[in-house]
């Protein structure tokens, strides 16, 4: 076990909190997979997509699209009773970057949701998730009508490193959501164990 306090009496132990991103392209399913996962309302910051905003918003291939996140989803997920996460989904249209920056603070890791139809719109967020060092796992959002790719084939059109996790999901589906942040957790602690080792020898 790499997180939690043990209590050898089996009582009440105190969780430990950790934040973790979700962030991708526009339409990806990043609102979607907080709310699927999130034991508490999700606070979600939807606005409708305007004629106004055609020129800015970028809704090719997500036509069907009728609202976007403006600011931050937020959830929370009791992993165990020793580990809670709380979940920022990040807005995913290019005019909100400003924000980014905001949600990444203290984050222990992140999921960069991907839509194979439109793999380019998550190259932003790989991009920015491999500067700061934040250890991240790509998981495809599998739609209706999408090919399917072999997580390989993925990871060799994002240029990933080898440990970064390339996981397939439906960010609509419960269990299949905690899958991925269970694959983000456990490798964000690979992660730092292996700074940890690096860094003591
Ligand atoms: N078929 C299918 N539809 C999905 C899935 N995930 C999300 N959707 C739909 O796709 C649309 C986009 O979902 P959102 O969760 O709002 O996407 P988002 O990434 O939060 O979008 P922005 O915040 O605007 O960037 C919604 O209409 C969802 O119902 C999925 O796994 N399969
Ligand atoms: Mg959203």
Request: glycine share 8%; aromatic share 8%.
């Amino acid at each position: 076990m790499v997180f939690g306090r043990s209590d050898r009496r089996g009582s009440f132990v105190e969780p430990v909190a950790l934040k973790l991103l979700v962030a991708g392209g526009f339409g990806v399913g990043k609102t979607t997979l907080v709310g699927a996962v999130s034991e508490i309302r999700p606070l979600r910051t939807e606005e409708t997509l305007s004629e106004a905003g055609r020129p800015v918003d970028d809704i090719d291939g997500v036509e069907a699209k009728t609202t976007t996140t403006v600011a931050m989803d937020f959830g929370r997920i009791t992993l165990r009773e020793d580990l809670v996460l709380y979940l920022f989904g990040t807005p995913g249209q290019d005019r909100f970057w400003f924000l980014w920056d905001e949600l990444a603070q203290g984050a222990l890791g992140a999921v960069v949701l991907a839509d194979t139809r439109r793999l380019e719109d998550c190259f932003a967020a790989v991009d920015y998730f491999e500067r700061r060092g934040i250890p991240f796992t790509v998981a495809v959002n599998c739609f209706e009508g999408a090919d399917r790719h072999p997580t390989d084939t993925v990871r060799d059109a994002l240029d990933l490193d080898p440990h970064v996790p390339v996981v397939l999901c439906d960010a609509r589906d419960r269990e299949s959501a905690k899958e991925v942040l269970i694959t983000v957790v456990e490798n964000a602690a690979k992660v730092a164990a292996e700074h940890s080792r690096v860094a003591t020898t």
